[in-house]
């Protein structure tokens, strides 16, 4: 029996009842940080409280390679995770087990942020760790991972809302995010973040164009509005280029899990990056 098979009761929603439901059955089963790892807490990325990552490293030697995990929460809540806390110290332990550097980022969240701060802060955070953290990492290329709120920042990102997109990054998941804001219900707190008319700021565009590799994921129990986004980008890519989007399918997981299991036993979602950052990062550095 996986500790997926929790999930389903609790439905395609998204609401405080299934996260910590969520949070529940999957605090035992998360992936640890092995008792080698170098975890630096709470290093500043910018001068905002909120502009801050923790950084896993292995005990000896500076990977040339770092996954960088921004998490969700609608733009008002989320946290890249503290010591003792269960999550998200576990994307690092699988970044780790990579031979990768790991990272997990946060940002100014509602009421101080406004669009585009996110895009900014990622590319606040991508350029600190491309000029090597402090003097940490070793000029790293950088594959960056976002989920839900998360995954709209990197998006943002991606097309260009906060200049340039740095050369030392080299692919990105994005993970039941939204990108077409003129087809889609509105879930009620995007407004404070977005303003009321977002259409002007989807990405799905110059997502279907953009020459880094890019892997989507949608979960089986993700509530309607993200399927609905997963379609839309469907349909645009085979529109711009007559092909699908790398997009994978996460049976049994519904909105927060798949981050939260990641690289645990019965992980579906780490075998694919693994598989897609072959692509995106290349041959192994000698």
Known sequence: MSPLDALRPLGPVLNPAMIEGTYAALTEHRLRLPDTARALWDLAYGDNPRQGLNLFLPPGGSPDRVMVYVHGGGFVAGDKGKPGSPFYANTGAFALTQGWAG??????????????????????????????????????????????????????????????????????VLMSGRYDFTREDRMGYESAYQGDNPGPQSTLSALVDCDLPLMFTISELDPPQFQQQAASLVEAMMARHGRLPRLHWLAGHNHVSPALFLGADDDRLGPLIT????????????
Do not use: C
């Not at 669009?115 to 991508?126: I, N, R």
């Not at 598989?275 to 000698?286: H, I, K, Q, T, V």
């Open 275 to 286: 598989d897609f950052a072959g692509a995106a990062f290349g041959a192994p550095s000698p």
């Open 103 to 172: 990272a997990a980022m946060t940002y100014r969240l509602v009421p101080e942020a406004r669009w585009p701060s996110g895009a900014e802060d990622v590319a606040k955070a991508v350029d600190w760790l491309a000029a090597g953290a402090g003097g940490v990492l070793n000029a790293p290329q950088i594959l960056l991972v976002g989920q839900s709120a998360g995954a709209v920042h990197v998006a943002d990102y991606l097309a260009g809302r906060a200049g340039a997109v740095s050369p030392q990054l080299k692919g990105a």
